[in-house]
């Protein structure tokens, strides 16, 4: 046996329905729609919470909270991610972006603490940890917070 001589199993696969070919086929006249009426119009439908003309359950259950408009987040980095930039100087947001570390519209860069820095490097952030801070300034490397106005 070969795959091209496999076919579906008797009764797998249904014949689509052909209506509106005479009174002969048994699908002609009206088509299987019936007699006037809303769904017998072509073009014609309900929405999905239609309940027949009744108080839909949308409308009956009460209405609570509200979504908050999302803020500018912090692009959160890690030591870790640092320390893969090698012999970098000065590490600012737009180096990141570059070098495709930060992702996105980014209007804030935290560094956090996780990992190891083993380079001095002069890092400019809008917000450090604290231990991210003492870890930069043990290999003698410099923070320097970036106004958040600017």
Partial sequence: MKIQDLRPAIGARKRRKIVGRGPGSGHGKTSTR???????????????GFEGGQMPLIRKLPKRGFRRRPRAGYSIVNLETLSKLKKEALITIELLKEKGMIKGAVNYLKILGKGEIKVPAHIKAHAFSKSAEEKIKAVGGKCEIIDKNM
């Fill in 34 to 48: 019936g007699h006037k009426g809303q769904m017998s119009r072509s073009g014609a439908g309900r929405s999905p």
